[in-house]
């Protein structure tokens, strides 16, 4: 058994797709219109076959509540992998990315959260 595709709940499917892919660097890898939103999945570009994140549109009234709650509270949605966790803070901060703290070293990790724009909490890890 093996992850295959995750999601991230997204208030608008353009501006998380315009966030995801021109900041954060993923890649489009399905866009199939699905009524009135779409089946709409990146990569990333150094595992274009890899797990697919679903940039899924808000349609289940509870999990809008889900989403405010953790976001008030401070809690990271899911987390993404980087090398350098400080190069990614400084290029994506100058993108205008809205971060919470600065890079900090826990253990054998470094971690910092930053706002995807669409309503989530996103942490960044390098190491572990």
């Excluded at 797709?17 to 199939?32: C, I």
């Excluded at 089946?39 to 999990?63: I, K």
């Excluded at 703290?101 to 930053?114: L, Q, Y």
Aim: with cysteine.
């Amino acid at each position: 058994m093996r992850i295959n595709l995750t999601s991230v709940v997204v208030d608008n499917q353009a501006k998380a797709l315009k966030f995801y892919t021109e900041v954060l660097g993923f890649v489009t890898k399905v866009d199939q219109p699905m009524g009135e939103h779409r089946w709409l999945t990146v990569v990333s570009p150094q595992a274009p076959e890899g797990t697919q994140l679903l940039l899924e549109p808000m349609g289940f009234p509870p999990a809008r509540v889900y989403q405010k709650a953790l976001f008030d509270a401070g809690i990271p949605l899911t987390s993404f992998a980087v090398d350098d966790c400080q190069a990614e803070y400084e290029r994506m901060s100058k993108l205008g990315v809205v971060f919470r703290g600065e890079p900090k070293k826990m253990g054998p990790v470094t971690v910092v959260s930053f706002e995807d724009t669409c309503g989530n909490l996103i942490m960044m890890v390098q190491g572990g």
